[in-house]
C-alpha cells in the first residue's frame, strides 16, 4: 500500500505517499487536511464506485465515513482535529449535513431541517472538537457558526447589516473564528476574527489600507494571528498576514516571483504560513512558505516526485500542521495520483542520508573499476 512506502528526499524536504491511485483509490480530493500528530484526512472515490472520507494515522489508513455505509454522497474537503476526528459535509438520509467522526462514533453538527437549508462544504475543526462552518438557514439569513453537535454559537450572520457575503471559516482552539465577508452596504469587504461576541477586524478595505479585496477562506492560529490573501489597491495580489492589532504584513506579492496565488493560505501556531502559488515565467504551480523560489519552496509542477514528474499540485487552508508537515494533493506525468505529505527532517535525518550517500558513492567507483 502506497502509505507504508519510506519517505523520500528531495531537496529540503522528504516527501511520504499516503495514498494513491495505484492501489484501491482512483480519485482524490484536492484538499487534504493534516493534524499536529501527522495524521491526514482525505476524500477519495475508490475502484468500486464508492466514494469516502479516510483517515491516515501510523502508516494505516482506515475509513471516516463511506457511501456503501449510509451516506449518499459525500463533499470533497475534510478537516481534522489532533484528537482524530475529521469533519465533513454529506448527504445522509433525506437531506444534507455536517458531520464529526472517527470512523466509530459519529456526531451530527448540523443538517437540513427547519433551521439550516444548506450548511458548508468545506469545515474546520479545533482541538476541542469544536467544528466552524458556514451555512444558510431556511429564513433566508446567511452565517458563520459554530458547533460541536450540542450547541450550536453564531459567529457572525446577515441580520446584523454589516456582512451579505462570507468566506470559508477556520477556527482555533480558543474557540476563535476566522473568515472573510463582503460589507452589506457594497462599500468593501473584510477578514474578521470573532467567539460569538464582539468582532476584531484583522484587515479591510477602507481608505487607509492597502487591500482592494479578499479571497477564500482566512486561517487563523492558536495566538489569534490570521492569514489570507488579498488583492492590492496598487494592483496585483498578495498574501498577507494580520492579528488585528497592527497593520498587516505582506509575505508575499506578484511584485515578485509569483503572478498569482490560491486563494488559502494556511498558517499554524508558529507563525510559518504556507500557501499555493504560480510562478512567472515558467507558469508552475508550486506550494511555497515565503516569497523565494528557491529557499521557500516545497514543491512544484516539474519536479521529480515517487519516480515521475509533477504535473499538478494542489494545497488547501487546513493543509499545514505545527512541525511544518504540508499535506497536498498530487498528480504525475505518469497518470498516477494522489496525496502526499512534506516533512523537514531533523538534523540527524539529513546526517544519516549524507553518510549514506558518501558510503554508497565510493562502493559504485569501487565496482565500475573492478570489471
Not at 468593501?188 to 476574527?193: H, L, N, T
Not at 468582532?199 to 486561517?219: E, H, K, P, Q, V
Not at 514528474?309 to 487546513?318: K, M, R, S
Not at 505518469?334 to 512534506?342: P, S, T
Amino acid at each position: 500500500m502506497a502509505a507504508s512506502l519510506a519517505p523520500i528526499a528531495h531537496a529540503q524536504y522528504l516527501f511520504t505517499d499516503i495514498a494513491d491511485s495505484n492501489s484501491a483509490y482512483n480519485f482524490f480530493g484536492s484538499e487534504p487536511a493534516i493534524a499536529n500528530t501527522g495524521a491526514v484526512s482525505f476524500y477519495s472515490q475508490l475502484d468500486n464506485g464508492s466514494e469516502g472520507i479516510f483517515l491516515f494515522s501510523n502508516g494505516t489508513v482506515t475509513t471516516i465515513a463511506q457511501t456503501a455505509n449510509g451516506y449518499s454522497s459525500i463533499a470533497g474537503d475534510t478537516a481534522i482535529s489532533n484528537s482524530g476526528y475529521v469533519t465533513f459535509n454529506a448527504i445522509h438520509g433525506p437531506s444534507d449535513g455536517l458531520f464529526l467522526s472517527n470512523g466509530a462514533s459519529t456526531t451530527t453538527i448540523a443538517q437540513q431541517d427547519q433551521n439550516f437549508s444548506s450548511v458548508d462544504n468545506a469545515p474546520a475543526v479545533n482541538g476541542s472538537n469544536t467544528v466552524a462552518f458556514f451555512a444558510n438557514l431556511t429564513n433566508g439569513v446567511a452565517g458563520i457558526y459554530s458547533g460541536n453537535g450540542s450547541n450550536t454559537i453564531t459567529i457572525a450572520d446577515s441580520t446584523s447589516g454589516r456582512f451579505s457575503l462570507f468566506s470559508h471559516p477556520s477556527i482555533n482552539d480558543a474557540g476563535f473564528v476566522a473568515f472573510a465577508a463582503s460589507q452589506s452596504s457594497g462599500a468593501g469587504a473584510e477578514v474578521v476574527r470573532g467567539n460569538g461576541g464582539f468582532l476584531t477586524t484583522i484587515a479591510d478595505t477602507s481608505s487607509s489600507s492597502a487591500f482592494s479585496a479578499f479571497g477564500g477562506a482566512a486561517s487563523i492560529n492558536s495566538a489569534g494571528g490570521v492569514a489570507f490573501s488579498a488583492t492590492l489597491k496598487a494592483g496585483g495580489r498578495a498574501i498577507a498576514f494580520g492579528n488585528g492589532i497592527s497593520q498587516p504584513t505582506i509575505i508575499a506579492d506578484t511584485n515578485g516571483a509569483f503572478s498569482n496565488f490560491a486563494n488559502e493560505p494556511a498558517l499554524n501556531d508558529n507563525g510559518q504560513i504556507a500557501f499555493l502559488a504560480y510562478e512567472k515565467g515558467s507558469g508552475a504551480t508550486g506550494i511555497f512558505t515565503g516569497p523565494d523560489l528557491i529557499t521557500n519552496k516545497v514543491i512544484a509542477t516539474g519536479d521529480q516526485l515517487f519516480g515521475s514528474t509533477v504535473d499538478a499540485l494542489n494545497f488547501f487552508i487546513h493543509g499545514e500542521n505545527n512541525d511544518g508537515q504540508i499535506v497536498f494533493y498530487y498528480h504525475l506525468t505518469n497518470g498516477v495520483r494522489g496525496i502526499a505529505v512534506a516533512t523537514i527532517p531533523e538534523p540527524r535525518t539529513w546526517i544519516l542520508l549524507f553518510v549514506a550517500a558518501t558510503c554508497f558513492y565510493p562502493w559504485r567507483l569501487r565496482r565500475s573499476f573492478s570489471k
